[in-house]
């Protein structure tokens, strides 16, 4: 199995701050790298696909780099309603597992 | 609009069985593979397994082989989790998602919250 590993596992931040989250995979997964917002009681929303490219709908300050075995989520301006819970995904191989999250909180 | 759609929560005693279902709609159900995903309370998400509604193809985590049954009925839309003999430690929420063009899951079900107490 791949193991993804994030950093930090929780982050407090105030409303216009930089954030960056980073993801390390335990083996080579090229580009098939998702990142995932979650909010209390609510679903998991995919934010960015296939390492860099945004879903539709999510707002621009949400952006991905990285390929190989690191990558980064980066939330240029922290806005309030970004405050949640963030996993990566490997999609490479079977299990698709996820990393442990990052939890955003406020400052 | 593409939506999935979970049936609602389940309190079960240890031993029973169970299946909860996911129904797809707004979309070419069997085109796309639907996956589990298991989030036991205040933990992250595990990736179960995942179905082609297609030709039933299955896939799943060697954490969960064994232990549920994915399934799928192509013509009503529809994708089943079951448990054959529940555990407390399944207690949790379980999503259903679709998988898209590189994998990643772009439309989620609310989540199924199954209960299993004594």
């Known amino acids: 199995d791949i193991q993804m590993t994030q950093s930090p596992s929780s982050l407090s931040a105030s409303v216009g701050d930089r954030v960056i989250i980073t993801c390390r995979a335990s083996?080579?997964?090229?580009?098939?790298l998702n990142w995932y917002q979650q909010k209390p009681g609510k679903a998991p929303k995919l934010l960015i696909y296939a390492a860099s490219n945004l879903q539709s709908g999510v707002p621009s300050r949400f952006s991905g780099s990285g390929s190989g075995t690191d990558f980064t989520l980066t939330i240029s301006s922290l806005q309030p309603e970004d405050f949640a819970t963030y996993y990566c995904q490997q999609s490479y191989n079977i299990p698709r597992n996820f990393g442990q999250g990052t939890k955003v909180e406020i400052k | 609009e593409v939506q999935l759609v979970q049936s609602g929560a389940e309190v079960k005693k240890p031993g029973e069985s169970l299946k909860i279902s996911c129904k797809g709609s707004g979309y070419s159900f069997p085109s796309y593979w639907i996956g589990w995903v298991r989030q036991r309370p205040g933990k992250g998400l595990e990736w179960m397994g995942m179905?082609?509604?297609?030709?039933?193809?299955?896939r799943y985590s060697p954490s969960f082989q064994g232990q549920v049954t994915i399934s799928a009925g192509r013509s009503i839309s529809t994708a089943y989790l079951q448990w054959s003999s529940l555990k407390a430690s399944d207690t949790a929420v379980y999503y259903c998602?679709?998988?898209?063009?590189?994998?990643?899951?772009?439309?989620w079900g609310q989540g199924t919250l199954v209960t299993v107490s004594s």
């Open positions: 083996q080579g997964i090229s580009g098939y």
């Open positions: 998602a679709r998988s898209s063009g590189f994998e990643q899951f772009d439309y």
């Open positions: 179905i082609s509604p297609d030709d039933s193809d299955t």
